[in-house]
Each structure stands twice: as structure tokens, then as C-alpha cells.
């Protein structure tokens, strides 16, 4: 059993209007920290208040960037209970961004009774509002001050909470998307499936450039021949083309996405053709000439399930379903959002109650 050390704090924050809450700009009472030494291993679990952290500038992940993240969410259901949502998957795909970068593992129960213990703590700042929910950002940093380039032999785990919005200003309109031609995000033998800042960093300079055209995120190709397509890099993507559910398979150069695992097993629930293969942008413009495109859209716990009502590949446009939710995307919502605000039964087992 985890023994965690709980201060709490003397100075509770003012509560944000939940209509306006956007997307991770306003954090709780409360975070958790652990540390990482060789002797030690993990150790000193504890929940603070959140505070500001203070480190030598020399520590490493400032300047080479071994740190690893992950992203889930707290729901607020009708009765006031509080849901993770296959909260153990997140801790399993944070050991396995781990492992890339070096990182030493933690124990996948260790980390989900550390994430329960301090959305408990701070409850009452999940919020009720329909779409919205406390976002839960666990992460470990490489603290050694030490600048030549070897894996830290100490590390932070941090979880810090926030009560979020919808992700994309469009909420569950459908978003435009540009087909990045220049950039590229990940190659295999990459670190292209790992949850790492590096990644994100990576991806602002295409993220702006297709901003200022007016398109809300890149569809990413694959980094050797531009070809094939690979994610929107806060989204998994299916493409839906003459009844079959089409999304790239995890080959080393995507995120392994949770939401993107869920939807494929609904699919497959409802008896849905759903395949995990290669498919290139070609393919998906060649199906749209031939009427054959039905709906495209995106998967990801901070954009839930967003339908793709644009693309732009090399000033080619199309609309897809005429820009509008097509019904799949929305079905697709409503089942997972009813399970994960517990409006629906939960057939897989896939929720957990804090309490
Ligand atoms: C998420 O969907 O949780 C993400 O981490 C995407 C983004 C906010 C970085």
C-alpha cells in the first residue's frame, strides 16, 4: 500500500466559472510529488498544496528534455460521483514513454492510487457543467543538475489537476484540418509513440503555420515518403469509407491512444468493420472523389471525439459529410461520453469511482 503523506492547504483557491473554463488554465488546491534516486527508487509519496517548484537551472530536463507525460480525466456524473475513465491504461502507456526515454517505471497501482488520492482531495473542484471535467496531467522530470547527456539518476513524478472545458474552441463541431507536406513529426525507431514534451515542441512551428491559414491542427504524414497518414498529434484518426472504419496502425510512430482503443473496441462491439491499417492521403482523397468518403474524426482524451469536417492536403480542399458531424462521430460521443459521465451503463468495466 502506498502511503502518502497529505498537507493540506491553509489558503483554498477561488472556484473558476465553469463556462469558461477553456482548456488547462486553471489548476487545483492540491498536487502529488514523488521522488526517484538510485538508492531509493521511488519514494516519499506525498500531497501538498500546488505550489511553485524550485530547481537548479542545471537540472537535465531543461536542457535535453527526458521528461514524460500523460493526460486523463475525472467525470462528474448526474448523483455526484466522481469517474476515471481506464485510468490504469494511462499508467501503463506513462511506463512505456518511460522505458523510451530512459525514465525508471512505476508501479501501475502506485500511480492510479496516487491519481485517486488526490482527485479525492480535490473533489470539489471537478465540474458539473455538461462537457466539462477535472483534467489530470501526471508527469516525471529528470532533476540532476548535470549537463552532459546520460540518463538523470534522479526524477520528480508530479500530478497536478484542472478543471477543463472542451479542448478545441470548435467544442464538437468539426474541426479543419491542414495536411502538413513540409514537416515531419516522428520516423520509426523514433520516439514518435511516447508521450514526451519533445514531440510537442516539435509540432508548433506546423501547428502556427496552418493557424494562420485559418486550420485548427495538422494531419501529420509519415516522416520517409509523406505518404501515408499518421496522426493529428493531439488526436488519433479514423476515416470512415464505404462502411469500414479505417485508422493507421501503431507501428512505433503514433501514440497508442486511449480513447482510439476504446472506440475500435465499441466498433467491434457494434459488429462494425474496423481495421487498423495503412492508408494513405491519396487513398482518402481518391475514396472522397468517388463519393466513397463518409466521415473522418479524431480521438483523444482532451479532444473526446472530434469530427473532421475539412481537410487541406497542398491547397487541395475537401469537405467531409459536407463539413458537418456525421452520425458515427456522433454516436461514438454520446456512448463514450455517456460512459464516462456514467449516464450510461458500463458495459466494459472501463470506469473506476474515487471515493
Ligand atoms: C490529451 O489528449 O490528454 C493530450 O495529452 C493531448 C494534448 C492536450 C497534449
Known amino acids: 500500500m502506498l502511503n502518502i503523506l497529505i498537507e493540506k492547504t491553509k489558503n483554498p483557491k477561488k472556484k473558476p466559472d465553469e ?65 476515471l475513465f481506464r485510468p490504469e491504461k494511462n499508467m501503463e502507456r506513462l511506463n512505456l514513454s518511460s522505458q523510451r526515454l530512459c525514465i525508471p517505471e512505476i508501479d501501475v497501482n502506485v500511480a492510479v492510487n496516487a491519481i485517486k488520492a488526490l482527485v479525492n482531495i480535490d473533489r470539489d473542484w471537478v465540474p458539473a457543467k455538461e462537457g466539462t471535467s477535472l483534467y489530470i496531467r501526471p508527469f516525471i522530470i529528470a532533476t540532476d543538475p548535470y549537463l552532459g547527456v546520460k540518463p538523470s539518476d534522479t526524477y520528480k513524478f508530479i500530478i497536478i489537476l484542472s478543471p477543463v472545458g472542451a479542448y478545441y474552441p470548435e467544442g464538437i463541431n468539426p474541426v479543419k484540418i491542414y495536411v502538413e507536406t513540409k514537416y ?93 491499417r495503412r492508408i494513405s492521403i491519396e487513398e482518402v482523397y481518391e475514396c472522397n472523389k468517388r463519393g466513397l468518403l463518409e466521415e473522418a474524426f479524431g480521438t483523444g482524451t482532451a479532444a473526446v471525439i472530434s469530427p473532421i469536417g475539412e481537410l487541406n492536403w497542398n491547397e487541395n480542399k475537401i469537405k467531409i459529410n459536407g463539413g458537418n458531424s456525421g452520425e458515427l462521430s456522433k454516436k461514438l460521443y454520446e456512448t463514450l461520453t455517456g460512459i464516462q459521465y456514467g449516464k450510461l451503463p458500463d458495459e466494459f468495466g472501463w470506469t473506476i469511482e474515487v471515493k
Not at 530536463?61 to 480525466?73: P, R, S
Not at 514518435?192 to 491542427?217: C, H, I
Request: without cysteine; positive net charge; charged residues 20%.
Open 19 to 83: 463556462n469558461n473554463l477553456g482548456f488547462g488554465q486553471y489548476f487545483t488546491d492540491h498536487m502529488f510529488l514523488m521522488d526517484y534516486s538510485t538508492e531509493k527508487g521511488w519514494h516519499n509519496p506525498r500531497i501538498v498544496p500546488y505550489s511553485i517548484l524550485s530547481f537548479e537551472p542545471s537540472i537535465m530536463v531543461f536542457h535535453y528534455g527526458q521528461a514524460v507525460f500523460e493526460g486523463l480525466k475525472a467525470y462528474r456524473t448526474k448523483d455526484n460521483r466522481i469517474l
Open 184 to 276: 515531419v513529426r516522428a520516423v520509426r525507431g523514433g520516439v514518435g509513440y511516447a508521450k514526451t514534451p519533445g514531440n510537442y515542441s516539435a509540432s508548433l512551428m506546423a501547428q502556427l503555420e496552418a493557424k494562420k491559414k485559418g486550420y485548427t491542427q495538422v494531419l501529420w504524414l509519415d516522416g520517409i515518403e509523406k505518404k501515408y497518414i499518421e496522426e493529428v498529434g493531439t488526436m488519433n484518426v479514423f476515416f470512415k469509407i464505404n462502411n469500414e472504419i479505417i485508422t493507421p496502425p501503431l507501428e512505433g510512430t503514433i501514440l497508442p491512444g486511449i480513447t482510439r482503443e476504446s472506440v475500435i473496441e465499441l466498433l467491434k462491439r457494434w459488429g462494425i468493420k474496423v481495421s487498423e
